[in-house]
């Protein structure tokens, strides 16, 4: 939570983000949402390890992004390198807060040197 503070005190230029004395995750959503412009993207990094440390997460994230979020228009990348935690916990059908949510799911492979090439095939 400290680092996405950071990063959000950062980008937004606005320095009572990181010093907000919160551990809900869903008052610092509902406060970045309010911040973000129509159409902004904001990407959750690494997510897997946020839901590892604090499963609570999912949960204000989904609770977030129903009352403000999705209003705005705005766009959630969510990646993780996790695999299994990212299928079972945060995409699954079922239970998980955010199932219904997601317009798309894409699982990416591994980038080989060789594949580098072909961003410049012109040389």
């Given at each position: 939570m400290r680092g996405f503070k950071r990063?959000?005190?950062a980008h937004f230029a606005d320095p009572y983000i990181e010093?907000?004395?919160?551990d809900s995750w869903l008052?610092?959503?509902?406060y970045v949402s309010r911040l973000l412009g129509k159409g902004k993207i904001v990407v959750l990094y690494e997510f897997s390890y946020a839901v590892k440390t604090d499963p609570r997460?999912?949960?204000d994230l989904q609770r977030a992004w129903d009352r403000n979020?999705?209003?705005?228009?705005?766009m959630l990348i969510i990646s993780g390198s996790l695999l299994v935690l990212m299928r079972e916990e945060v995409l699954?059908?079922?239970?998980?807060?955010?199932?219904?949510?997601?317009?798309?799911?894409?699982?990416?492979?591994?980038?080989?040197p060789w594949?580098?090439?072909?961003?410049?095939k012109d040389r």
């Open positions: 990063q959000a005190s010093k907000l004395e919160t008052y610092l959503f509902d997460i999912l949960s979020m999705s209003k705005r228009g705005v699954s059908s079922g239970s998980p807060p955010l199932y219904g949510r997601r317009t798309r799911d894409i699982l990416l492979e591994e980038l080989r594949h580098a090439l072909d961003f410049f």
